[in-house]
């Protein structure tokens, strides 16, 4: 007696071959019905054996196509029809709300990579080959269910032999959506900078190869937007590429050609190197190895380099063609967004390139590439965008109410909730930017698109100056105001599933605190509806604003009055400026009552690495401490002096006050010792004190568990001492790994907290 069942699938199913897979098996175990996409996942009807039926249902949870994410396989009995009709794909349904999460970019798989190495095969060195297991997704969606027609492949008809290929439930590009070839796919264009195009098709790539070869500067169109491209081992090359895009220091990524090419530049763990080989082919930073042909200039001053492996077969045949290395970096001046689309590519990068490789397929959302960092653990994300967004998330307890987050101003990310559902967008940027504030109302359009939520509450941090806030308050709904340290400590919860309490440490740069000031090294009791400030760094005066935060030497001065008084401050002053009057002006700032103070962690590394000389100024964010945590890396973690830190409480907040840490700095310096041991024992001594402090306050409020986040946890050396230290004390503790711990997971905190409200 045949019984038929209605199988609702859940989850990333769309755009990943889940239907010829369920057709496949369905046919091999003799079942009749459908399967289809609608705007909730897939839906499957099959009819045949109980046993058989079990057996489809056990693949589809248990051994589901390799870019599928099932969260859910839901059957119900329903009256067998007896049909005889076999096993059928139909149509997308469009009806409804989509609810489908849309997959994630992904690199192009061996097989499409074997086809474009054979010059028998029809897609011999086509640069777009993609299949039903890898090639764009998220940024050629326009619109749900995932069909071609909601795609920026709309415009490109079929051939003959690729419609076959698309009808035919054995092959592997069945309803391949972005399917594609010589005939009739998208094609390659060499232009002038001026956007004249000198070359098409294979001719393109060719040039572009032998350009990028004689030294040169290419922006390339790739799958988010373009890229600036030029010979990584070239430094007269890499040096144009850094004067024209005006970026003095900020370290350039490589793209190398597999992980062989990877490992002759980093020394790759086995978690970094799955992470690089891995479908969402993030930038991987790990520690540079010595004696590479890569330019000095393409990460200067770094003992780290970001590598990439090629995601599209575009990549893979520059590369092929180069037989270097390659600078790839965004297409953009500064921290602008990417330029996506040929015209902004033209009018941006023209003036940066000296030829654009590009085509005619559409991007239709911006979107960087991912960075995550190696840390001899898991790999920790520090950069959440191509090929990860918009892979949706778990909320630790559902939204009562669909829900906007905003996030913050720098690495800006969005966020959309729904029940459990959590969707994070790509990394949009910072807002200070025009352009990025334009692409930050783009982003969450097509994210509430996508995601099918229509927000009735918006969510945002307490700083009213943000320009997230202020787009936030305009749009016309209810609002939840988030403390920007809550934030960070709710997405670590969120990360892992949890609700709390736990005794949270948020080390930041800055975030306004309800009382008006700018908080930065926080010690919270926190679950996801509140938080306790229990201890905090001690504050420092703040002489200049955010001038201080460009110009480190400022809070090394302020830091000094802290620690010294006025009159060292004054001695660090005319050291440090580089104009005395300066320097008398920033001293005088920093012992007046009314000059604004933080208790920010960030600013007191800035404040480290002038004194020891590191660096006065940056010319990007968190410049100076990401050179003070090298030089302390070049030290052993054992055997580190332990600078001390004074504490006290205020009342029943507990103040770490790195007053004497600064002065043993100084001291330090002054006597001789080599930055490098100062820098480790600034680490530890900072270190050990926050590790002490979180486990004593725990204590006093009964907690098991700590969770740090916060951008200055990417500084990989303290993190491991802090980790290191909360060892011993059998507390649990939570760090960021599939999120930022820096403001690119503001938005994750927010949706977690505001979900109850
Ligand atoms: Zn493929
Ligand atoms: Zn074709
Ligand atoms: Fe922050």
Not at 69 to 85: D, I, L, Q
Not at 214 to 237: I, M, N, Q, S, Y
Not at 309 to 326: C, D, E, I, K, M
């Amino acid at each position: 007696m045949p019984e038929r069942r209605r199988v609702r699938v859940t989850g990333t199913v769309q755009g990943v071959g889940f239907r010829p897979f369920v057709y496949r098996h369905a046919v091999a175990l003799g079942l009749s019905g459908f399967v289809r996409n609608d705007s909730e996942g897939v839906l499957i009807e099959i009819e045949g054996r109980g046993s058989s039926l079990d057996e489809l249902c056990r693949l589809l949870t248990d051994a589901p196509p390799p870019l599928a994410r099932v969260t859910g396989v839901r059957a119900t009995t329903t009256r067998a029809g007896g049909s005889a009709e076999g096993f059928r794909i139909i149509a997308s349904a469009p009806e409804g709300r989509p609810d489908a999460p849309v997959s994630i970019d992904t690199a192009t798989c061996d097989a499409c990579l074997a086809e474009v190495a054979d010059p028998a095969d029809r897609r011999y060195r086509y640069p777009f080959t993609n299949c039903t297991d890898c090639g764009p997704r998220y940024t050629i969606v326009t619109a749900v269910p995932y069909d071609r027609p909601a795609t920026t492949m709309a415009g490109f008809t079929m051939c003959g032999a690729c419609q076959a290929e698309y009808d035919d439930p054995a092959d592997r590009r069945f309803h391949a959506q972005p399917n594609a070839c010589p005939t009739c796919g998208p094609t390659p264009r060499l232009c002038l900078p001026d956007g004249t195009t000198t070359d098409v098709g294979d001719g393109a790539l060719r040039g572009a190869a032998r350009l990028l070869g004689g030294g040169r500067t290419v922006a390339v169109k790739g799958l988010g937007g373009f890229h600036l491209a030029t010979d990584a081992t070239d430094p007269e090359a890499v040096a144009t590429l850094r004067r024209r895009k005006a970026r003095d220091d900020k370290p350039f990524a490589v793209l190398v050609a597999d992980l062989t090419g990877a490992r002759a530049l980093c020394d790759l763990d086995d978690a970094a190197a799955a992470a690089l080989c891995s479908p969402g082919r993030p930038i991987v930073v790990a520690a540079k190895r010595s004696g590479t042909p890569v330019a000095p200039g393409v990460a200067p001053g770094l003992p780290d380099l970001g590598v990439m492996l090629p995601y599209t077969a575009l990549h893979h045949l520059l590369l092929v063609a180069v037989g270097r290395p390659l600078v790839l970096t965004s297409g953009n001046a500064s921290d602008e967004p990417i330029a996506h689309t040929d015209d902004d590519a033209v009018a941006r990068l023209g003036p940066l390139c000296d030829a654009l490789l590009t085509h005619d397929r559409p991007i239709h959302i911006r979107c960087d590439d991912s960075v995550v960092r190696g840390t001899g653990g898991p790999v920790q994300v520090l950069r959440r965008s191509r090929g990860m967004a918009p892979e949706p998330l778990a909320l630790p307890r559902p939204a009562r109410r669909p829900l906007l987050a905003v996030g913050a101003e720098l690495k800006s990310t969005v966020a959309v909730a729904k029940g459990t559902t959590v969707t994070l967008s790509h990394h949009i940027g910072d807002l200070e930017h025009l352009a990025a504030h334009r692409s930050f109302v783009q982003a969450i359009d097509h994210l509430c698109h996508l995601a099918g939520v229509r927000p009735e509450v918006v969510v945002h941090d307490l700083h009213p100056e943000y320009l997230s806030t202020k787009l936030a308050v305009d749009l016309d709904l209810p609002t939840v105001a988030v403390q920007h340290h809550h934030a960070h400590i709710a997405a670590c919860l969120a990360e892992h599933g949890r609700t709390g309490p736990v005794l949270g440490v948020a080390f930041d740069g800055t975030g306004l605190g309800p009382d008006g000031s700018l908080w930065g090294g926080e010690l919270l009791v926190a679950d996801l509806d509140g938080y306790e400030r229990v201890g905090h760094l001690a504050p420092a005066p703040l002489p200049g604003g955010t001038s201080a935060i460009r110009e480190p030497w400022r809070m090394a001065v302020a830091w000094t009055h802290v620690a010294l008084g006025s009159a060292s401050a004054e001695g660090a002053g005319a050291a440090l400026a580089d104009d005395p009057a300066k320097g008398a002006a920033v001293a005088a700032l920093a012992a007046r009552d009314t000059t604004p103070t933080t208790t920010s962690a960030g600013r007191l590394f800035d404040a480290v690495a002038a004194l020891l000389g590191v660096r006065g100024r940056v010319t990007y964010e968190a410049q100076a401490a990401i050179e003070l945590e090298a030089l302390a890396r070049t030290r052993p973690l054992a055997g580190a002096a332990t600078y001390p830190v004074d504490r006290r409480w205020d009342g029943t907040t507990l103040v770490l006050d790195p007053g004497p840490l600064v002065a043993t700095v100084i001291a330090e310096r002054d006597a001789g010792t080599a930055p490098a041991d100062i820098a480790a024992g600034f680490h530890e001594g900072l270190g050990r004190a926050t590790a002490a402090a979180a486990a004593e306050l725990a204590g006093r409020h009964g907690l098991s568990t700590v969770a740090l986040s916060g951008g200055v946890f990417q500084n990989a050396r303290l993190t491991a001492v802090v980790v290191g230290a909360l060892a011993a004390t059998g507390l649990e503790v939570l760090t960021h790994h599939r999120v930022p711990c820096n403001d690119g997971g503001i938005s994750l905190g927010q949706a977690a907290v505001a979900a109850g409200a």
